[in-house]
Each structure stands twice: as C-alpha cells, then as structure tokens.
C-alpha cells in the first residue's frame, strides 16, 4: 500500500474546540451521518458561520474529530507501554489493559474507528486514511512487540494479536459478552505462552 498524504488539519481556537468536543460526542453516541452542522453548532454555542469559518465543511470536523481521538488513543497507550517495563509478554498484555481502561472510559459504544468505518467506507474520504492508519499502526505496534518474541514468526503472532484486539473491541461495543476485551487479554496470554 503507497503511501498517502495526511489529511489537511486545522488549528484550534476556542470555538473550534468547542465546536470539535461537540461534535466527538454527538458523532460517537449518535453516528457521523445523522448528527448534521446545525445540532453541532447549537451543542457548541456557536453559529453556523463560526463552524464554517473554523473549519471549512463537516467533512472537516469528522477529520478533526478521528485525528483527535487516534492521537489521544496513541499518547493514552504510550502512557501504559513505558509503565509496563521492557518485557515483551507485558508489553503486549498492556496494550488490551490500556483498550480495556480507554473503552470502560471512553467508548463504552465500542471503538470509534471501527464505528467510523461503518459509515465511512470511501478510501477517497480524508478520513479513511485517520481510520485506515490507525489500524494500520495498532498492527505495525503488535509486529514490533511480536519481533521481540518471537523474531521468526512475527507476522503472524502480530496479526493473530490484531485480530483478538480488534475481535474484542467488536464484541465489547456490541455488548456480545461481559468484559470482551479481558478475554481477549487472556486469550493472548494463552497465545504467547
């Protein structure tokens, strides 16, 4: 796969922080498409010019919003990778800790990229690449975890930790079953023993 420009980013005022928390929250609890510009705008307490101004189009705000979450995402698991010490085993069982804290607090609807997908399919959307990287990186983190435990294998080891990863934060915003993404950390447990 080539490699693709990011998409363009706006600097945050303000209002466009206003503009953007309001709109993480509607486009989580209710879904990207049926959350229009005016409900944001009214949740924010700002007209629907300043939201135009600040940001250019809604296509804009979704790009802002995975952005912000995927690097929140990223800085909330590096926090947990360095507590977790230099074992490789601990390494990997950190980050389903770190996917079980950040979904018990911030995505009891299951994960916000795989949600976004859902309604986001077009790779010609600038937020595809936001969710499509973000995978792309959680797989590129499980490889350099797996290569110092298995060095051979670890291709394989890193998809089949991806898939119970991914497999768990399904379930859990599903609400298949109790604590999914525990299961998962066990299951992975099984996996590198």
Same mark, same amino acid.
């Given at each position: 796969?080539?490699?693709?420009?990011?998409?363009?980013?706006?600097?945050?005022?303000?209002?466009?922080?206003?503009?953007?928390?309001?709109?993480?929250?509607?486009?989580?609890?209710?879904?990207?498409?049926?959350?229009?510009?005016?409900?944001?705008?009214?949740?924010?307490?700002?007209?629907?010019?300043?939201?135009?101004?600040?940001?250019?189009?809604?296509?804009?705000?979704?790009?802002?919003?995975?952005?912000?979450? /995927?690097?929140?995402?990223?800085?909330?698991?590096?926090?947990?990778?360095?507590?977790?010490?230099?074992?490789?085993?601990?390494?990997?069982?950190?980050?389903?800790?770190?996917?079980?804290?950040?979904?018990?607090?911030?995505?009891?609807?299951?994960?916000?990229?795989?949600?976004?997908?859902?309604?986001?399919?077009?790779?010609?959307?600038?937020?595809?690449?936001?969710?499509?990287?973000?995978?792309?990186?959680?797989?590129?983190?499980?490889?350099?975890?797996?290569?110092?435990?298995?060095?051979?294998?670890? /291709?394989?080891?890193?998809?089949?930790?991806?898939?119970?990863?991914?497999?768990?934060?399904?379930?859990?915003?599903?609400?298949?079953?109790? /604590?999914?993404?525990?299961?998962?950390?066990?299951?992975?447990?099984?996996?590198?023993?």
């Amino acid at each position: 796969m080539g490699t693709t420009a990011s998409p363009r980013r706006i600097t945050m005022t303000p209002a466009a922080r206003r503009v953007l928390e309001a709109a993480a929250r509607l486009f989580y609890e209710r879904g990207i498409h049926a959350v229009g510009v005016d409900l944001i705008a009214a949740e924010a307490g700002v007209t629907k010019k300043t939201l135009y101004d600040r940001f250019g189009s809604k296509e804009q705000i979704v790009v802002e919003y995975l952005a912000d979450r /995927d690097e929140r995402w990223r800085a909330f698991l590096a926090e947990r990778l360095d507590a977790a010490g230099p074992e490789p085993r601990e390494r990997v069982l950190a980050v389903f800790d770190a996917t079980r804290a950040w979904s018990a607090q911030h995505s009891p609807k299951g994960c916000s990229m795989v949600n976004a997908h859902a309604e986001i399919s077009d790779p010609a959307h600038p937020a595809h690449r936001i969710i499509t990287g973000q995978k792309q990186w959680m797989l590129a983190l499980f490889t350099r975890l797996a290569s110092d435990i298995a060095p051979e294998g670890a /291709d394989a080891l890193a998809r089949a930790l991806m898939l119970l990863h991914e497999g768990a934060l399904v379930a859990h915003g599903l609400g298949i079953f109790p /604590d999914a993404v525990a299961h998962a950390r066990e299951q992975a447990r099984a996996l590198l023993a």
